[in-house]
């Protein structure tokens, strides 16, 4: 699967639960903003390739939200040697 593709599917995922529906197209737009950036910007492609890990565990659509969230809450240039001990999991 391409990383588009797992990003698409977490999309698709969001839209399919009733609780989270209303977040799917923010999340898409930001998501498809940051592919773009990617393609210039070595930061922005390093913080795609971790939200493309964490939306391909298997854990609940919250806790991939929140590990997101956590990511994108970090500041200046950050390295994150584990993402999954990063995540908490």
Do not use: C
Not at 35 to 43: C, F, R
């Amino acid at each position: 699967m391409k990383p588009i593709d797992h990003i698409k599917k977490f999309v698709a995922d969001l839209r399919a639960d009733p609780e989270l529906a209303a977040l799917a197209d923010d999340v898409e737009r930001a998501l498809h903003a940051t592919d773009l950036e990617a393609d210039y910007n070595d930061h922005a492609a390093a913080f795609f390739a971790g939200v493309e890990w964490l939306v391909t565990q298997p854990r609940s659509l919250d806790e991939k939200i929140e590990a997101i969230a956590k990511l994108a809450n970090q500041k200046g240039f950050v390295h994150i040697p584990n993402l999954r001990e990063f995540a908490g999991w």
